[in-house]
């Protein structure tokens, strides 16, 4: 597999017929955030013929507006200035920090600890579900600019989130035995080879850890690089390894990452799907509303009808999280419950599985229900699909209808409503203090 990064990235670019003026935004927003496309995204995705505009370049490659114009501004002066590379990275670092790289308290409440130590590389932030990123999955076959989990991938190891070997968590999961549910994640698992996936995935089969029922892999690599699970080396290795997994017991879902109806066409896809189904594997469909990529109800309702003929659940349309590109990406509430609404509107029964839009905040899994008007007054419905807090979940609330809002943390208490994390209110401590 090539791949394309930093200079590589800027050659394909100026070699497929991209401006001068775009090559230097390039290489300033590369600058700061990361990007990386391969072989198969650049040759078979993209519609070069209608870039910048087509949806997939804007998923994958750089835009100016991916920076707050600030700085923007103060990287492309030194770029233009020619300023030592030393100089360049401290500016570059400086401004990942102020790109909000952990949302959610994702370090601060989520990362669990075992016999008094910390254990990064995992997150606990649901009863029944541990999150591991393994140390050797944390890269992918290329990288979407609105991923939340960009943090990873900009070499900066005071952000980075990543789990040596698996002893650390199967000995936390020993000690917690609340927990049915272990998802890999990172990163891409799937970047992993079969034999090192294998070391992580092989002690969970462990008849002492039948608490473990459910093995979930989040993954882009169906989109990506479906040759994972066709032509691969050890793509049959692998398709073993799942069919191990369900012999054993326990239920495997592939929480596959499809952002565009168009990473659906291609034929290696369709046979990648049919050879996971066939091991006893499930595959979900889950990615966030993005402006630019898929900001637009028949994208979603196309997607969803293609991916139920293939026998893929839909899962989740999620909002994009408030960090990183997200000043480019985002979308405002309003605008994300009418795409969903059209969306689901245009499909039948069987796709109404996706559930949106949903914000993974803080407090837990938040689901915009709707639009009311209650004694006089226009709010925003909501519910909690998930919470720190169990007791909470299903809880539904209110919040004032504000048509800028784009996240969660944006977002008001209505008509005296309860409101996850507000001062005395139920599961407030917990949420503050994270899972034991």
């Not at 507006?65 to 400086?94: C, N, Q, W, Y």
């Not at 239920?251 to 369709?270: D, G, K, N, Y």
């Not at 938040?366 to 209650?374: E, I, K, P, Q």
């Amino acid at each position: 597999m090539k791949t394309f990064s930093h200079q590589r990235l800027a050659k394909l670019a100026e070699e497929r017929g991209m401006s001068q003026d775009y090559l230097r935004d390039l290489r300033v927003v590369s600058a700061v955030l990361p990007f990386k496309v391969n072989e198969y995204v650049a040759d078979q995705l993209i519609d070069w013929s209608a870039a910048p505009d087509d949806p997939i370049f804007r998923l994958t490659f750089p835009h100016r507006d991916m920076l707050p114009p600030e700085l923007f501004d103060s990287i492309a002066a030194l770029h233009d200035g020619e300023a030592e590379p030393a100089v360049l990275r401290k500016a570059a670092t400086d401004a990942q920090f102020q790109l909000n790289p952990h949302p959610g308290d994702q370090l601060e409440s989520n990362v669990p600890t075992l016999d008094g130590e910390r254990l990064n590389g995992l997150q606990h932030k649901y009863d029944e579900t541990v999150l591991v990123f393994p140390s050797q999955g944390q890269t992918c076959h290329a990288y979407c600019g609105y991923c939340f989990r960009w943090a990873q991938f900009v070499g900066n190891q005071d952000l980075r989130q990543a789990l040596r070997a698996p002893d650390a968590l199967t000995g936390y999961l020993r000690a917690h035995r609340e927990v049915s549910d272990v998802l890999f994640t990172g990163g891409d698992p799937m970047i992993m080879k079969t034999q090192v996936l294998n070391r992580w995935v092989e002690p969970l089969l462990d008849p002492e850890l039948e608490s473990v029922r459910t093995l979930r892999f989040g993954t882009k690599v169906l989109s990506y690089w479906p040759y994972r699970f066709t032509t691969d080396a050890d793509a049959d290795d692998l398709l073993r390894l799942l069919e191990r997994c369900v012999a054993a017991g326990r239920h495997v879902a592939v929480m596959a990452h499809f952002s565009h109806p168009r990473e659906l066409e291609t034929p290696v896809v369709r046979d990648a799907v049919a050879r996971i189904r066939a091991t006893g594997a499930v595959i979900r469909s889950q990615a966030p509303l993005v402006a630019h990529v898929n900001d637009d109800p028949a994208a979603w309702s196309g997607m969803w009808q293609q991916l139920v003929e293939l026998g893929v659940i839909p899962y989740y349309m999620f909002v994009e999280r408030d960090t990183g590109a997200r000043s480019y990406f985002g979308v405002t509430l309003d605008r994300a419950l009418d795409i969903y609404t059209d969306a689901i509107r245009g499909v039948s029964g069987l796709a109404r599985t996706a559930r949106g839009p949903v914000m993974s905040a803080g407090p837990g899994k938040v689901m915009l229900d709707g639009r009311v008007t209650v004694a006089g007054q226009r709010v925003f419905s909501l519910r909690l699909l998930q919470a720190r807090d169990p007791e909470l979940v299903g809880r539904q609330f209110f919040a004032e209808h504000d048509p800028a809002a784009e996240w969660f943390d944006e977002l008001r208490p209505a008509l005296g409503s309860w409101f996850p994390g507000s001062p005395g209110s139920p599961g407030a401590s917990r949420s503050e203090a994270g899972p034991a």
